[in-house]
């Protein structure tokens, strides 16, 4: 047999997607990536798309690789050129036919809605602190006719377009770079604001729901992937289960003429958030900017499943993390070997194989440090903060349960010969030596966990280095073995309160005496110093390298603390408090 028939009958008997084509037959499926050519006998042979390319002779010629400088556009980098289409090809799983129906949620796209993960960059949203109040915007509209007005009083001749974009020469003297920026943050927001007024926010959906257009697998058509003629027709000022007056649409001359007070009200105010039954930590504006899941609902315990899933992937992953932890300290302890080092590579690797299991579903936090750092800094739902704590500190308790059991007798035997100081140190984190000071083992979990979350944020930051697909998780591992060599020693390196919060709480469900809270160190090392350093972390990176506007370093000061009042007045009017 030739080569060419060879290649024909291994094209045949290949089976085909449907995401893929779904009209091909198994006879006729031919791979997206290689392209069919007729020869003089008729007979098909097949040549790589990739590869080869046809010249206007209809000569087959070879296509030059891709430089390094090239898959870079010249910016060489160490974190290196990004994934080629032909990788993303060859990663991508085969789809049995009717696979996605029985399963609709498999063809949810990767970024239908935002998740604050450490496996991948994290997601950029609109906060409301970037949003102007209702005065705000209203003397924007009446200063709209002048929109270098600040810079002009300074003397400055600019151009508004460049004002816009950011372009703000640099200069000695500080105002008159304040009123450029003053100047750029009021037109963007005037323009974003009437895009909304207007109802002209389509494109700004459409740039935020990034689907998997690069992935071979098919998916549903969406709203605006459908031709005009096959969408459905709703009538002027009306939306699909609103009436008109809910949601006026006003041009640029009726802005003038009719009362903005309602209409701004339907926007941004807290009240009628919660009439219009949105999630009380988005702002409308992002809410239309977040796509509706879908689910494979195939039992009750599924529903229930689908409304908690992100919990449960955390404490998941946390149980994994902290029981492959405990378990290593111990075998070092009872072993009596003593080498800190398999520690520090175990505690890493076990972090690592965490993010993996959960870091596309919960984000994979792992520790209410991060989860309050991305809270604050990157806009994760602080709806979500309460079952995110819940299923750290529970799946830490039965962690260390489940790893005492597991070396019950090895623990016993331990036991016979030495004092429990060595299985108290296996499960928690304290003053390793009795010249460690207050001071000392405080800062060294302030610094720790500073170094750790400046490391997270700039993994998660896409406008600086981020790694490849699947490469964060390895990455975070690697960093927790490093931090636990550096900071280790002293303290044993918890930069996480429910690692060390949860084993004491199980150290006395099984018999240990409370003098395990009798030493603050439980207070101020994992939970003071933990949480201070990652809140300094945050900061240090968002003031020296983060642009993103999410980040309250990155808008006003007045905006924030405006924020953290609404906030405030949320929580009491849930609590029924005056």
Same mark, same amino acid.
């Given at each position: 047999?030739?080569?060419?028939?060879?290649?024909?009958?291994?094209?045949?008997?290949?089976?085909?997607? +449907?995401?893929?084509?779904?009209?091909?037959?198994?006879?006729?499926?031919?791979?997206?990536?290689?392209?069919?050519?007729?020869?003089?006998?008729?007979?098909?042979?097949?040549?790589?798309?990739?590869?080869?390319?046809?010249?206007?002779?209809?000569?087959?010629?070879? %296509?030059?690789?891709?430089?390094?400088?090239?898959?870079?556009?010249? &910016?060489?980098?160490?974190?290196?050129?990004?994934?080629?289409?032909?990788?993303?090809?060859?990663?991508?799983?085969? %789809?049995?036919?009717?696979?996605?129906?029985?399963? +609709?949620?498999?063809?949810?796209?990767?970024?239908?809605?935002?998740?604050?993960?450490?496996?991948?960059?994290?997601?950029?949203?609109?906060?409301?602190?970037?949003?102007?109040? /209702?005065? @705000? *915007?209203?003397?924007?509209?009446?200063?709209?006719?002048?929109?270098?007005?600040?810079?002009?009083?300074?003397?400055?001749?600019?151009?508004?377009?460049?004002?816009?974009?950011? $372009?703000?020469?640099?200069?000695? !003297?500080?105002? &008159?770079?304040?009123?450029?920026?003053?100047?750029?943050?009021?037109?963007?927001?005037?323009?974003?604001?009437? /895009?909304?007024?207007?109802?002209?926010?389509?494109?700004?959906?459409?740039?935020?729901?990034?689907?998997?257009?690069?992935?071979?697998?098919?998916?549903?058509?969406?709203?605006?992937?459908?031709?005009?003629?096959?969408?459905?027709?709703?009538?002027?000022?009306?939306?699909?289960?609103?009436?008109?007056?809910?949601?006026?649409?006003?041009?640029?001359?009726?802005?003038?003429?009719?009362?903005?007070?309602?209409?701004?009200?339907?926007?941004?105010?807290?009240?009628?958030?919660? /009439?219009?039954?949105?999630?009380?930590?988005?702002?409308?504006?992002?809410?239309?900017?977040?796509?509706? @899941? %879908?689910?494979?609902?195939?039992?009750? #315990?599924?529903?229930?499943?689908?409304?908690?899933?992100?919990?449960?992937?955390?404490?998941?992953?946390?149980?994994?993390? *902290?029981?492959?932890?405990?378990?290593? !300290?111990?075998?070092?302890?009872?072993?009596?070997?003593?080498?800190?080092?398999?520690?520090?590579?175990?505690?890493?690797?076990?972090?690592?194989?965490?993010?993996?299991?959960?870091?596309?579903?919960?984000?994979?936090?792992?520790? +209410?440090?991060?989860?309050?750092?991305? #809270?604050?800094?990157?806009?994760? +739902? /602080? $709806?979500?903060?309460?079952?995110?704590?819940?299923?750290?500190?529970?799946?830490?308790?039965?962690?260390?349960?489940?790893?005492?059991?597991?070396?019950?007798?090895?623990?016993?035997?331990?036991?016979?010969?030495?004092?429990?100081?060595?299985?108290?140190?296996?499960?928690?984190?304290?003053?390793?030596?009795?010249? %460690?000071?207050?001071?000392?083992?405080?800062?060294?979990?302030?610094?720790?966990?500073?170094?750790?979350?400046?490391?997270?944020?700039?993994?998660?930051?896409?406008?600086?280095?981020?790694?490849?697909?699947?490469?964060?998780?390895?990455?975070?591992?690697?960093?927790?073995?490093?931090?636990?060599?550096?900071?280790?020693?002293?303290?044993?390196?918890?930069?996480?309160?429910?690692? !060390?919060?949860?084993?004491?709480?199980?150290?006395?469900?099984?018999?240990?005496?409370?003098?395990?809270?009798?030493?603050?160190?439980?207070?101020?090392?994992? #939970?003071?110093?933990?949480?201070?350093?990652?809140?300094?972390?945050?900061?240090?990176?968002?003031?020296?390298?983060?642009?993103?506007?999410?980040?309250?370093?990155?808008?006003? *000061?007045?905006?924030?603390?405006?924020?953290?009042? &609404?906030?405030?007045?949320? #929580?009491?009017?849930?609590?029924?408090? &005056?």
């Amino acid at each position: 047999m030739d080569e060419e028939s060879h290649l024909r009958e291994r094209s045949d008997a290949q089976p085909h997607s +449907p995401a893929r084509n779904r009209a091909a037959t198994d006879a006729d499926y031919i791979s997206p990536m290689r392209t069919s050519v007729e020869n003089g006998s008729g007979t098909r042979r097949y040549s790589s798309a990739a590869s080869r390319r046809s010249n206007g002779s209809g000569v087959l010629s070879l %296509v030059p690789r891709s430089t390094l400088a090239q898959c870079t556009q010249g &910016k060489l980098t160490l974190a290196g050129p990004g994934r080629t289409p032909q990788l993303q090809l060859a990663q991508e799983p085969f %789809v049995q036919p009717g696979y996605a129906d029985l399963n +609709p949620s498999y063809e949810q796209a990767f970024n239908a809605r935002p998740v604050w993960s450490l496996a991948k960059p994290l997601p950029r949203v609109v906060r409301p602190s970037m949003v102007p109040t /209702k005065d @705000e *915007l209203l003397q924007n509209l009446a200063n709209a006719q002048h929109p270098t007005e600040n810079s002009q009083r300074l003397g400055l001749d600019v151009d508004p377009n460049d004002i816009e974009q950011g $372009r703000i020469d640099k200069s000695t !003297d500080p105002r &008159k770079m304040a009123a450029q920026v003053e100047d750029a943050r009021l037109q963007r927001e005037n323009n974003f604001m009437n /895009k909304i007024l207007t109802g002209d926010s389509t494109s700004a959906r459409q740039t935020s729901r990034v689907s998997r257009t690069s992935s071979a697998r098919g998916r549903r058509p969406l709203a605006w992937d459908l031709p005009p003629d096959q969408l459905s027709t709703v009538q002027e000022g009306d939306s699909p289960g609103n009436d008109a007056s809910e949601r006026p649409e006003l041009g640029g001359d009726q802005l003038e003429n009719q009362d903005l007070g309602a209409t701004l009200d339907a926007l941004l105010d807290v009240p009628e958030l919660e /009439k219009a039954g949105y999630p009380e930590d988005l702002h409308p504006l992002v809410q239309e900017l977040v796509e509706d @899941e %879908v689910h494979n609902n195939h039992t009750t #315990w599924s529903v229930i499943r689908t409304h908690h899933r992100e919990a449960l992937a955390e404490g998941l992953g946390v149980f994994v993390q *902290l029981t492959m932890g405990f378990c290593v !300290d111990l075998s070092v302890t009872v072993a009596d070997q003593g080498n800190p080092n398999t520690t520090a590579w175990a505690w890493g690797l076990a972090t690592m194989m965490a993010i993996y299991i959960c870091g596309g579903v919960s984000g994979a936090h792992l520790n +209410p440090a991060v989860t309050m750092v991305l #809270w604050f800094f990157r806009g994760f +739902p /602080k $709806r979500k903060m309460p079952e995110y704590f819940a299923a750290q500190f529970i799946a830490a308790f039965c962690a260390a349960l489940v790893a005492y059991g597991i070396y019950y007798e090895a623990i016993q035997n331990y036991l016979y010969h030495n004092p429990d100081t060595g299985i108290i140190t296996s499960f928690v984190t304290n003053s390793r030596e009795a010249w %460690v000071g207050t001071t000392t083992a405080f800062f060294n979990e302030f610094m720790g966990t500073t170094v750790l979350i400046v490391t997270i944020l700039a993994l998660g930051d896409d406008q600086n280095a981020p790694p490849g697909a699947g490469m964060n998780s390895l990455i975070i591992g690697l960093v927790i073995t490093c931090l636990s060599m550096c900071f280790g020693h002293q303290t044993g390196a918890a930069f996480n309160p429910s690692r !060390d919060f949860g084993p004491r709480l199980a150290l006395l469900a099984v018999g240990y005496p409370n003098t395990l809270f009798t030493d603050p160190y439980w207070l101020y090392g994992p #939970w003071v110093g933990a949480l201070s350093g990652g809140f300094v972390g945050a900061f240090l990176y968002d003031f020296f390298i983060f642009t993103g506007g999410e980040s309250p370093v990155n808008y006003p *000061l007045e905006r924030t603390q405006r924020a953290l009042t &609404k906030s405030g007045m949320g #929580w009491r009017r849930r609590l029924q408090l &005056k």
